[in-house]
């Protein structure tokens, strides 16, 4: 499985990005998705989630209502789109393929992408 996040960049706060990871995973298998985050300094903490089959969605409350996950299975490609900004949402964000069900916790992430900077000025 291979990962590739892309899409970071400036913004000032209350700007909008969308960050899109695109992946190759063998046809047998089936993954759920995740965006985390890290800043610097901090801990790599959960920001989204998506299920592989029924596509259910899930938040950190830092970002609820803020972002949104979505898939194209078709594309073989995940996105986040990012609203309404703030400084603290800056930091490398990474995309990562979980063999096993939902969670939030990145131990239990079997593949990750090489991440992209987002970085919101104020």
């Known amino acids: 499985v291979q990962l590739q996040a892309f899409g970071g960049g400036l913004v000032q706060a209350g700007g909008s990005l969308r960050l899109s990871c695109a992946y190759s995973?063998?046809?047998?298998?089936?993954?759920?998705m995740g965006w985390f985050r890290q800043a610097p300094g901090k801990e790599r903490e959960f920001v989204a989630g998506?299920?592989?089959?029924?596509?259910?969605?899930y938040y950190a409350d830092s970002v609820k209502g803020r972002f949104t996950i979505s898939r194209d299975n078709s594309k073989n490609t995940v996105y986040l789109q990012l609203s309404n900004l703030e400084p603290e949402d800056t930091a490398v964000y990474y995309c990562?393929?979980?063999?096993?069900?939902?969670?939030?916790?990145?131990?239990?992430?079997?593949?990750w992408g090489q991440g992209t900077l987002v970085t919101v000025s104020s």
């Open positions: 998506i299920s592989w089959r029924f596509a259910n969605t």
């Open positions: 995973i063998h046809t047998s298998g089936s993954y759920a």
């Open positions: 990562a393929a979980n063999s096993g069900s939902y969670s939030r916790r990145p131990i239990d992430y079997d593949y």
